[in-house]
Nanobody, 117 residues
């Protein structure tokens, strides 16, 4: 059974930083494209960043230069370092695993990030 468990969310002021983590189990880590998505109230879920099986990374334009996705294959853990946070980054953040980037097969339960101005 695949499990993706996010942690690290919280409340910060504008300009602050948070580091999200996603612990994966039940899948062959390294064989999936791992990504972060977010959903704000009243808005559709959107892709934030993903890291493919070859280590290549892709970011949404809105977070380029501020967020960094990384992973520790030995720990089966995905990370999202978020710097220079803005109020518009406020959302529920979800970890996802996909056989094809952008088309998740598995989702975590989400972790809330709230940025106040």
């Amino acid at each position: 059974q695949v499990q993706l468990v996010e942690s690290g969310g919280g409340s910060v002021q504008s300009g602050g930083s948070l580091r999200l983590a996603c612990a994966a189990s039940g899948l062959t880590y390294g064989y999936y494209c791992m990504g972060w998505f977010r959903q704000a109230p009243g808005r559709e879920r959107e892709g934030v960043a993903h890291i493919d099986t070859d280590g290549s990374t892709t970011y949404a334009d809105s977070v380029k230069g501020r967020f960094t996705i990384s992973q520790d294959n030995a720990k089966n853990t995905l990370y999202l370092q978020m710097n220079s946070l803005k109020p518009e980054d406020t959302a529920m953040y979800y970890c996802a695993a996909a056989r094809v980037c952008g088309w998740p097969n598995y989702w975590g339960q989400g972790t809330q990030v709230t940025v106040s101005s």
